[in-house]
């Protein structure tokens, strides 16, 4: 429960962040965030592409969950469940949210 709890707040100052961000680089309503699963590697790549990004690392028996809460609380479709053993074999720790339209020129 105390977990449950723990990861509710994260999330809720993670959809915090997100929406602040996207009224600081006005987004408009039909530039949703897309959200992924990925590891340092990856998140590094797409903060150097994407010019607002926000990430934010967790546990692995943690960041699915997350990843389902954020997707519902911004309203977005949710995707396939990723198995722990997915996350624990590609090193899955951060969930990162990027505006695909919003590129490094």
């Not at 809460?69 to 949210?97: D, F």
């Amino acid at each position: 429960m105390k977990t449950y709890r723990m990861i509710n707040v994260q999330v809720k100052e993670y959809l915090f962040d997100l929406r602040n961000t996207a009224i600081e680089n006005g987004f408009k309503p039909d530039k949703p965030w897309q959200l992924k699963l990925v590891n340092k590697a990856d998140k590094i790549a797409i903060e150097k592409q994407y010019r607002a990004s926000i990430s934010v690392e967790a546990p692995a028996d943690q960041i699915a969950s997350m990843l389902n809460m954020v997707q519902a609380g911004l309203m977005l479709p949710l995707t396939e469940p990723v198995s722990l053993k997915n996350i624990q074999a590609n090193e899955l720790q951060y969930l990162i949210a990027y505006n695909p339209l919003q590129e490094w020129r």
